[in-house]
DNA sequence: CACGTGATGGAATGTTTTTTCCATTTCTTT
DNA sequence: AAAGAAATGGAAAAAACATTCCATCACGTG
């Protein structure tokens, strides 16, 4: 979990030589490492600015660490923080790299704990990347709306059949879209304005996720759309956006992100609106 | 709290003109969004590679939306993470104020950090306690049948229909035992032997799936419950288990490790009948 | 107090990166 | 299918930037 970047072990020797270092090369130890997260993307001149000294003493700072310059101890820096902000690339080569690699006797567990392990990876990204204000404006949305429609199909349609059961538990009316017996239109018709619906749907996009968005829309209703990016035709539309990036192996997508976030949301509003514990959860007859 | 910093407000305006854009420009603003963290360390050149595109297109896109060029563009992103990156150190304080103060001020988001936490927590049990030949037997299981009858209610109704789904995938034959209509019974009527039954359910136990299940044993059918406990009235009769034990956070039990473990389930019953790309995912006109 | 060592900053240099320009291609429209 | 508009990519020009050089300055030492 704690991996010691190569910016942390300079950082160490810094500290070390402190002491056996000119005045204005302590001036500049003391500035980095106050700064240490924006060095990456700072001018060899600002922060020569910044210490109050010449930018080639900066320069030399980086020498007598036995870089060929600024540049390249910079690049340290930047490395540090490429490599921690962008686990995206990491998770998704990992979920895919659980199937893909095919040694011929892969046992069936060990593909399950790489799949977990993956799954992980995926929820840290959940967690890095969850917009804050986004989270917030789809919960008030949600908050306020009388009506709520919920769609998604295929792949998508067992997190929207999720949602729609755990919103039955809050006073609001719900509406799955099931299509079922091919009536989408139908199941539309009476969105209104004031309501929300929340369409889930990932690339390459059902269309009858789509259509959904464009008669919420028609009718002046709100759409929440839970997808992977803002410039999908999906996010494109919506009044308020939640990303979520599922990694895929080969066309096979990961699912528990998407599902972890919807629970996120879910218990977000319950606690907005202040649902107990006992009516969020009545234990009943008909309890599963 | 809704900090809605430059960079904000220019991604979304890059989402809204978004189709007006030429394609070339359009994969530049794909990029950017996907890699809107590392934008402000990357050279046009970088960014142009990463989007397949050359470096005077990356200037052009910047152009177009009212910046002298890249370099004036970039500087919006940076500044976005200086002025977020500096309170960052903080933020554990933040959090732990946030903790005290009364958990009847909890921001949304804080609630989803702590659920997101919670399941990955139950990621690592559910890896931790994965029973090696009991997975083994469940693909086995599943992968010998013929038929492959699924059943869940209520809470577990969303992962029945996701396994569902994905077993279409393969050349089985799936039945989704829903009761639509009241037809429990109706829908189990042809299950026989050598077929097997997928039973998901947590206490207190719907008495729906646990009909199921006996209708399935009568039937001298296969039963792999997925359940929280050996003990319970559908571990105890089930021909294999696989346990799952959700963590809950707000009195709220997740759902992520049960979709991650059939997710698990899946691929490596795909691993072990070999189906390729094209048969796991067709992508087609009707794929989301 | 004079000398030497090392630090310092201004300016020149060299390198990298961005931007502009323009010829060519591609797409649209009629 | 032709004409026009827009998009694209190569290459040159421009700008930004880092680095080096060197003259000057400060400080400690004999």
Same sequence: chains 1, 2.
Avoid: W
Wanted: glycine share 6%.
């Amino acid at each position: 979990m704690a991996k010691r970047s190569d910016a942390d072990v300079l950082m160490q020797r810094i500290a070390d030589e402190f002491e056996a270092l000119p005045r204005q090369l302590q001036g500049v130890a003391r500035y980095l490492e106050e700064h240490r997260t924006s060095i990456m993307v700072q001018r060899v001149t600002e922060i020569a600015e910044g210490c109050g000294v010449h930018a080639s003493a900066v320069v030399r700072f980086a020498q007598r660490f036995g870089y060929s310059g600024f540049t390249e101890m910079q690049a340290v820096f930047r490395d540090a923080y490429t490599e921690q902000a962008a686990p995206a690339r990491s998770y998704q080569q990992r979920i895919r790299s659980v199937i893909k690699g095919r040694p011929d006797k892969l046992p069936a567990v060990e593909i399950a704990s790489r799949f977990i392990e993956a799954s992980k990876a995926g929820l840290d990204e959940l967690a890095a990347e969850l917009d804050e204000s986004r989270f917030q404006a789809a919960v008030d949305m949600l908050a306020n709306a009388e009506n709520i429609y919920v769609v998604g199909v295929r792949r998508s349609f067992a997190i929207a059949s999720y949602i729609a059961y755990a919103l039955q538990h809050t006073t609001k009316r719900v509406h799955l879209v099931s299509g079922l017996g091919g009536m989408y239109r139908e199941q539309l018709r009476s969105i209104g304005k004031g309501d929300a619906m929340i369409a889930i749907s990932f690339p390459p996009y059902g269309k009858e996720t789509l259509y959904a968005m464009r008669v919420a829309q028609q009718h002046k209703a709100h759409v929440l759309a839970i997808t992977e990016s803002d410039l999908g035709p999906l996010g494109r539309h919506a009044s308020v956006v939640l990303k979520v990036k599922e990694g895929s192996a080969f066309a096979f997508r990961g699912l528990t992100s998407t599902m972890c976030l919807c629970q996120a949301l879910f218990v977000a509003l319950a606690y907005k609106l202040e649902l107990t514990v006992e009516e969020t959860l009545p234990r009943g007859e008909y309890d599963d």
